[in-house]
């Protein structure tokens, strides 16, 4: 597809399990960003990837969250030990100059 | 830091008539600003940005915005509302210079077109 992609649409999960969230970006955008919107909120910053610079990883919550981006491509967004504050969409964006950035459909967490 | 501000949670407008959903913002460097849209269960659409130039901007479905720097203020307008343009809008800036690449959103504004 042309757009970005992520999966899976939805997941709910128990509190303490861990999770993986993934992000297909435009093929050829340099740029992915992996953002949270929590229900009534804007969007909150999580993490950077800029082609083989090191993330910016300022927004991270806690460090039970973390990101790898495989390839210059792939990212894969991981929640250890999932608190129910985690409930959210979890949103990946890329870009090709960091200036307009496309976003992917959404993961909605479901923490119980 | 950089910070956005949406005054209003909510906009109502009836069909036809004028919109403006209000945005203003924060930023040390140059402000590079940008308005998305968001429809019930999809992801945001990108419906025009600011980096430089003229200071009205035209974007997607007939939505234009200002850049007034005085005010620093990036307000979304539209001459003629379609209910079909209710949804969530959000307003975002990043600086334009060596800063932080992520975008940094404002809270969201609602806006509701009735017919």
């Known amino acids: 597809g042309a757009g970005v992609s992520q999966s899976p649409s939805n997941k709910v999960t128990e509190k303490g399990k861990d999770v993986e969230l993934r992000c297909d970006p435009i093929s050829g955008h340099t740029a992915l960003y992996w953002y949270r919107q929590s229900l009534g909120q804007g969007l909150e910053f999580l993490i950077y990837f800029q082609g083989n610079s090191a993330p910016d990883k300022s927004g991270l919550p806690s460090d039970r969250f973390s990101a790898e981006r495989t390839g210059g491509s792939v990212s894969t967004l991981t929640i250890q030990r999932t608190q129910q504050e985690d409930s959210a969409v979890y949103l990946c964006a890329s870009s090709v100059d960091s200036n307009e950035q496309f976003f992917g459909p959404g993961t909605r967490l479901t923490v119980l | 830091a950089q910070s956005v501000a949406q005054p209003e949670d909510q906009v109502n407008v009836a069909e036809g008539n004028p919109l403006t959903v209000k945005c203003t913002y924060s930023?040390?460097?140059?402000?590079?600003l940008f308005w998305y849209v968001q429809y019930p269960n999809r992801g945001l659409q990108f419906l025009l940005k600011y980096i430089t130039g003229d200071n009205l901007v035209k974007g997607s479905y007939g939505f234009e915005a200002e850049f007034n720097k005085s005010q620093t203020s990036f307000h979304l307008k539209k001459p003629s509302a379609l209910v079909s343009d209710s949804a969530l809008y959000f307003c975002?800036?990043?600086?334009?210079?060596?800063?932080?690449?992520?975008?940094?959103f404002g809270s969201g504004t609602r806006l509701q077109v009735q017919p």
């Open positions: 930023v040390s460097g140059n402000p590079y």
């Open positions: 975002a800036v990043r600086d334009g210079g060596t800063g932080r690449r992520a975008l940094t």
